[in-house]
């Protein structure tokens, strides 16, 4: 466990290419590599909210809503039943209310996903990231209270939602580090905080990646611009981490709709580690004419295979 970290609390988280090879700091390119295949997804759930109200302003036309116990009900396993047709090993979600928005999850998971972990900010009606996980969560970490972001015009801030890591062990007992982002919405648009959010979010998980170089290191999220924006190229560019959907045509790559667009936001990225390579053309976007499972946003996900010492 890294110094300075903070623990929160945890509840109970298709084509192949060759493994990495001696050049690029793997093992020898004549050695048969076992490979463990690892999917990761993830999805905007879109305001998915309890049935209490916390911020007092609740009403029609107010930012938090209170669901009826039934409404509430019928939304969860509406998400579940999204999630659980991944068939993903690791999900990063975003936009839950609470705690027992999570719960709810997690009991309509229990036989494939039966550990999660919310990112809560702890403001009122606020909607937070999760992880969901089909192994223990070992390590979760918080780092919105550990950084202090700049803007490009050197003003201070911090990451508007909990940019949360989690560290897993698949079935075999490959490590897994995934990170749940959430950048700061367009509405009432504060860009240079979006920026500010990337360039530490890929300071963040190269360290881990650097450090970890046999895990698979992936950050997964809706991050709120589309590639080419300057918070994506801070991310991507110069060598950062590679955007697994970038090998996807690009009219099968967008993820959300505004105003009969279609734009790429939501976006899983791996961090720069020897072990791990992201399946060729692996990346699905799950969507419906409508949306996908009763949010604006489309879920994403993507497979990677990570080289497992020999024995």
Not at 44 to 73: H, I, M, R, W, Y
Not at 154 to 168: D, W
Not at 231 to 237: F, G
Not at 242 to 268: K, M, S
Request: contains cysteine; negative net charge; hydrophobic residues 40%.
């Amino acid at each position: 466990m890294r110094p300075g970290i903070v623990l929160l609390s945890v509840l109970c988280l298709m084509g192949c290419e060759p493994g990495p090879t001696e050049e690029d700091g793997g093992v020898d390119a004549g050695q048969q590599v076992p490979l463990t295949r690892v999917r990761v997804a993830t999805f905007n759930v879109k305001l998915f909210f309890d049935s209490t109200c916390q911020s007092g302003a609740c009403a029609a036309a107010d930012f938090e809503q209170v669901l009826t116990p039934q409404a509430f009900d019928a939304r969860a396993a509406e998400i579940a039943g999204a999630i659980r047709g991944f068939d993903a090993d690791v999900v990063a979600l975003q936009e839950l209310e609470t705690q027992g928005c999570l719960d709810a999850l997690i009991s309509r998971l229990g036989d494939a996903l039966p550990y999660g972990v919310l990112g809560e900010i702890n403001t009122a009606g606020s909607v937070d990231v999760a992880i969901l996980s089909k192994t223990p969560l070992e390590n979760v970490v918080g780092h919105r209270n550990l950084e202090r972001l700049t803007r490009p015009d050197g003003s201070r801030t911090n990451y508007s939602r909990e940019f949360l890591e989690a560290h897993v062990r698949v079935a075999d007992g490959t490590e897994v580090v995934l990170f749940a982002a959430h950048f700061r919405s367009k509405s009432m648009d504060d860009p240079g905080r979006r920026f500010a959010e990337a360039q530490t979010s890929r300071r963040i998980v190269t360290d881990v990646a650097t450090a970890l170089p046999g895990a698979l290191v992936v950050m997964a999220g809706d991050l709120n611009d589309f590639p080419g924006s300057a918070p994506i190229e801070a991310l991507t560019a110069d060598g950062g981490l590679l955007r697994v959907a970038a090998d996807l045509p690009v009219a099968d790559q967008y993820t959300y709709v505004f105003n009969g667009r279609g734009e790429a936001i939501d976006h899983i990225l791996q961090g720069p580690t020897p072990a791990a390579v992201p399946v060729p053309r692996s990346a699905i976007v799950w969507k419906h004419s409508r949306g996908f499972a009763g949010s604006d946003h489309y879920a994403l996900t993507a497979d990677f295979e990570i080289a497992r010492p020999a024995p």
